[in-house]
């Protein structure tokens, strides 16, 4: 009897549109748009021990992401915001033209803005 863990750690650079929908202290919003990301790391853990899988994994990932959110009006200088996001990957992360493996990933958000 075995198990397996894999954990792929990625440093990604959205750029996403961001939609509010009322004005106030409360703003709920929409953001969408592309994002590309790089592999940082790629280890295994099985019960042998842990394995750099770096090598078998693409170093680019690129896709689509979108999400929901509220800003709240902390102040008139600062403001507080959650959000979620979903994305999904549109390359074959594997290094292989026979398995086809692509990212799809859940973000929560917490943001603090503030004008300088």
């Known amino acids: 009897e075995s198990s397996s863990s894999l954990g792929l750690n ?3 650079l959205p750029l996403l549109m961001k939609v ?3 004005q106030g202290d409360v703003v709920p ?5 592309p994002y590309v990301a790089f592999l940082m790391a790629a280890k ?9 899988v ?3 994994y693409n170093k680019l990932d690129c896709g689509l992401i979108g999400g929901v ?4 009006g902390i102040s ?29 990933i859940i973000k929560i958000s917490l943001e603090l803005a503030f004008k300088v």
Do not use: P
Not at 29 to 33: E, F, M, S
Not at 89 to 98: E, F, H, K, Q, R
């Open 54 to 56: 770096k090598e078998l």
């Open 44 to 52: 295994t853990k099985t019960s042998f021990g842990e394995f750099d």
């Open 29 to 33: 919003y929409l953001t969408a748009g």
């Open 69 to 72: 959110g509220l800003d709240i």
């Open 76 to 104: 008139r200088d600062i403001k507080v915001g959650l959000g979620a996001n979903y994305g999904m990957g549109l390359l074959n992360i594997l290094d292989s033209s026979i398995q086809t493996q692509k990212n799809r």
């Open 20 to 22: 509010g929908f009322l």
């Open 10 to 12: 990625y440093l990604d």
